[in-house]
């Protein structure tokens, strides 16, 4: 279901509902919202004014520190470890610090229960028919086409066979006993000597059907030419008013002020429903050649 109506109500400018409490003028010092009078008046306490006081630098702090100290692009410590933490021991309250907490440990023991009491307690719902429809894996299009396989399917006697000593030789590039270039001779011979054998050769009919040439398809059309004659009436034809009317360019206002009208690419009503006529069908379709 399409409704054009409810699209051009859409495409227009959200409307502002009610009237604000006050306006913000840009370029003045007034706050966003207003003060109120008990905030204005109010006194500060001893803790507020504690926490309004910048936080001390440490005794730690190294000011102008290398770019490599934090490690951006090359390979070293964030600080420098002290020669005797290297071999101290860890004391027993830190080695029992370390340790996991037993809490945790009785919930991996119980996974179960612990999974059944915090879903009653969370109250998980059951997923929605919508959630389990999408949970759902996709299926094969019934257009999907697989990959095809190979058409020639080498058999295992020929990936196996072993060349007989007379493929080999014939395999062998030849070699021309008088040089990379032939004799000169008379323009009408040809650039490598024939056999007399293979002059008197007569062809197979297979032979002669293969060196045949392919012919073009029925339905073939040579390639049209870049240039062709223009009809005498396409060159003395004038143009109507109403076809100089449409060609010329729609005027629009400047961009500054365009840009702040909302309907200026409106469509108007008339042209969403208008019908193109069999001439304008035809013209569309493209050249048949």
């Given at each position: 279901?399409?409704?054009?109506?409810?699209?051009?109500?859409?495409?227009?400018?959200?409307r502002q509902w009610g009237t604000p409490d006050r306006r913000l003028?840009?370029?003045?010092?007034?706050?966003?919202?207003?003060?109120?009078?008990?905030?204005?008046?109010?006194?500060?306490?001893?803790?507020?004014?504690?926490?309004?006081?910048?936080?001390?630098?440490?005794?730690?702090?190294?000011?102008?520190?290398?770019?490599?100290?934090?490690?951006?692009?090359?390979?070293?410590?964030?600080?420098?470890?002290?020669?005797?933490?290297?071999?101290?021991?860890?004391?027993?309250?830190?080695?029992?610090?370390?340790?996991?907490?037993?809490?945790?440990?009785?919930?991996?023991?119980?996974?179960?229960?612990?999974?059944?009491?915090?879903?009653?307690?969370?109250?998980?719902?059951?997923?929605?028919?919508?959630?389990?429809?999408?949970?759902?894996?996709?299926?094969?299009?019934?257009?999907?086409?697989?990959?095809?396989?190979?058409?020639?399917?080498?058999?295992?006697?020929t990936l196996s066979a072993v060349a007989t000593p007379r493929i080999?030789?014939?395999?062998?590039?030849?070699?021309?006993?008088?040089?990379?270039?032939?004799?000169?001779?008379?323009s009408e011979m040809p650039i490598r000597p024939i056999t007399p054998?293979?002059?008197?050769?007569?062809?197979?009919?297979?032979?002669?059907?293969?060196?045949?040439?392919?012919?073009?398809?029925?339905?073939?059309?040579?390639?049209?030419?870049?240039?062709?004659?223009?009809?005498?009436?396409?060159?003395?034809?004038?143009?109507?008013?109403?076809?100089?009317?449409?060609?010329?360019?729609?005027?629009?206002?400047?961009?500054?002020?365009?840009?702040?009208?909302?309907?200026?690419?409106?469509?108007?009503?008339?042209?969403?429903?208008?019908?193109?006529?069999?001439?304008?069908?035809?013209?569309?379709?493209?050249?048949?050649?």
């Amino acid at each position: 279901f399409f409704s054009r109506k409810r699209m051009q109500e859409l495409s227009r400018p959200k409307r502002q509902w009610g009237t604000p409490d006050r306006r913000l003028f840009w370029g003045n010092q007034d706050p966003i919202c207003p003060v109120s009078e008990s905030a204005l008046t109010a006194q500060l306490t001893k803790r507020l004014s504690n926490l309004a006081q910048p936080k001390k630098v440490s005794h730690h702090y190294v000011p102008n520190r290398d770019q490599y100290y934090y490690s951006c692009g090359r390979e070293s410590v964030i600080w420098k470890i002290p020669h005797p933490a290297l071999f101290t021991q860890p004391s027993k309250r830190i080695q029992r610090l370390a340790q996991p907490n037993r809490f945790k440990r009785q919930c991996l023991r119980n996974g179960s229960s612990s999974d059944h009491l915090a879903r009653g307690s969370l109250r998980v719902s059951d997923p929605s028919p919508r959630v389990l429809r999408l949970s759902v894996a996709k299926g094969i299009d019934p257009n999907y086409v697989p990959p095809r396989s190979v058409e020639t399917k080498i058999s295992i006697t020929t990936l196996s066979a072993v060349a007989t000593p007379r493929i080999i030789d014939l395999a062998h590039p030849r070699i021309k006993l008088e040089g990379l270039c032939y004799e000169r001779q008379r323009s009408e011979m040809p650039i490598r000597p024939i056999t007399p054998g293979a002059l008197l050769a007569t062809p197979s009919p297979r032979i002669a059907a293969l060196a045949k040439s392919k012919p073009l398809h029925q339905d073939c059309l040579p390639a049209r030419a870049a240039r062709w004659p223009v009809s005498y009436a396409a060159t003395h034809s004038t143009a109507s008013p109403r076809v100089q009317e449409l060609a010329n360019p729609s005027s629009r206002g400047p961009m500054h002020i365009v840009y702040y009208d909302p309907d200026v690419f409106k469509v108007k009503p008339a042209a969403l429903k208008a019908q193109c006529s069999a001439r304008v069908q035809k013209l569309a379709e493209p050249l048949v050649r």
